[in-house]
């Protein structure tokens, strides 16, 4: 896994992302010209930049991606059922002991030591065995020892294989692979959050752009009432209109000048919500600053949409149905599990010793012939001469085993469930489809008609004004004329968005957000 930029985190995002051109399948109608309102102290932005700047910064990925760390944590925890024990066990007694059989001696005094070194491991099969190396020195006055001190040695290895009940490798792994599932599940929950964030990016971006270029339409749109202002006070001078006329302009250009307030407004609410994604505190250099975009929205006569591709490509590719078909998985393991449960406990339970002894004579006769030193056990031992082995079948099962059925019952009615929640979803992304894809082919004939209206604006306008020249029209008449035009060029600028806006949801339906800039998961690439 790679690094997050920015967060501190290890996972998330394989590598910073690149951005791919798209070239037009038809000749594009001619894009919104670039901002040109020159601000001091701005912060000047590409979408590019944007999305970088969000994928680096932004909080609520790097809180989910947390999630993703916390799982696989997990799976070694249950992976850690499997690993190995060593153990050391030492120790010494004394004992001072009245004897009743010793005539001679009848308080007898035993001391001891001994260790013990075991190691043992249960393995994925559900084979559990033990390995056991025991030593003891015990020194007596006793009268019927004829060793002392004694040296015992003992090795021993002890096996048990479930055959039935807890057999096998699947069911030994449940939890590990159901863990490896829950780390899927998270990932795919962050390729989601990434993709959520990327697409309100995306929209919060071409609001402020939106928001930029309708302030410049109502500026015009002012500009004009002012000029037709000064053009009607000259007439008025002149005497060839009413001073009524003037009083009418002059309502009208604070009238506009008020839709100027608001779309000023609107561009700081924009540019907070952008800095507010891109995690850019308000009080720092960069917060205090105009946001300036750099882009302007393109309109591109694309190929027509396949629905059945579409649809195909979103079932394949959306994280939250991913996600369901992963948890689906996972019950259908705890359904296999708690089936297996269901069997009798019937093991099979092995144990083989090799010991030996030794030590040194306490002149009791007649004569061990087990005399020696400590060493001299080890040979005795590991001569395999002295041995012992057993082995036996273990059987259990409980009268009407009503907690392992009722839990298999209660797992299958869960899997069952989640399958229909997968239908249901299922359903839901084909409707998100059908509706992204016809809101792109809505917003398409919204911007054609739109053009079409705005290009009707100006020329209508254009007449009006010399009909107004040579006295055959009103003020009243041009102003209606160029709220018009101001509205149309709103409405233009407006659809041109929109329809990128439902290219931005369309991607999003379909969870291409991330192909459509090269970025990828560092989960996608595996471990």
Known sequence: MGTLPGSGVDGGLKQAPSYKTQTPLAQPVPPISKPDIVLTHTLEMSLQDVIANTLKNNVSIAIQNFQSQIRKQEIITQEAEFDPNISFDGNATQERQLSAFSVSNPKTNVNTQSFELGFDQKLKLGTQYELKFQNERIETDSFFSKLSPLYSTRFEVNLTQPLLKNFGRDINSSNITIAKNNLDISDFEFKNKVIDVISDVENVYWDLVFSREDLKVQQKSVQRAKDLERRVKAQVEVGTMAPLEILQAQSEVASREEAVIQARKLIQDNQDNLKNILNIPFDSPDGMKEIQPLDSPQFLIETPISLKDSIRTALMKRPDHLSKKKELDSKNILVKFNENQLYPTLDLVA????????????????????????????????????????????????????????????????????????????KTIVLEVREAARQINTDKKRVQAARIARKLAEETLSAEEKKFEV??????????????????????????????????KFRKVLATTLEEYNIQMASDSGP
């Open 471 to 504: 006295g055959l029209s009103t003020s009243f008449r041009v102003l209606e004329f160029q709220t018009d035009l101001a509205g149309q060029q709103s409405k233009e600028l407006k659809a041109i968005i929109d329809f990128n806006k439902s290219k931005i």
């Open 351 to 426: 144990s083989f010793g090799l010991n030996g002894i030794s030590g040194e004579s306490s002149g009791i006769p007649p004569p061990s012939p087990f005399t020696g030193n400590f060493g001299r056990s080890q040979d005795r031992l590991f001569s395999g001469d002295y041995s012992t082995w057993e082995g036996g079948l273990l059987f259990k099962y409980p009268l009407g085993n009503r907690a392992a059925k009722s839990r298999l019952t209660a797992t299958k009615l869960a899997a069952a469930q989640l399958l229909m929640d997968i239908k249901d979803l299922e």
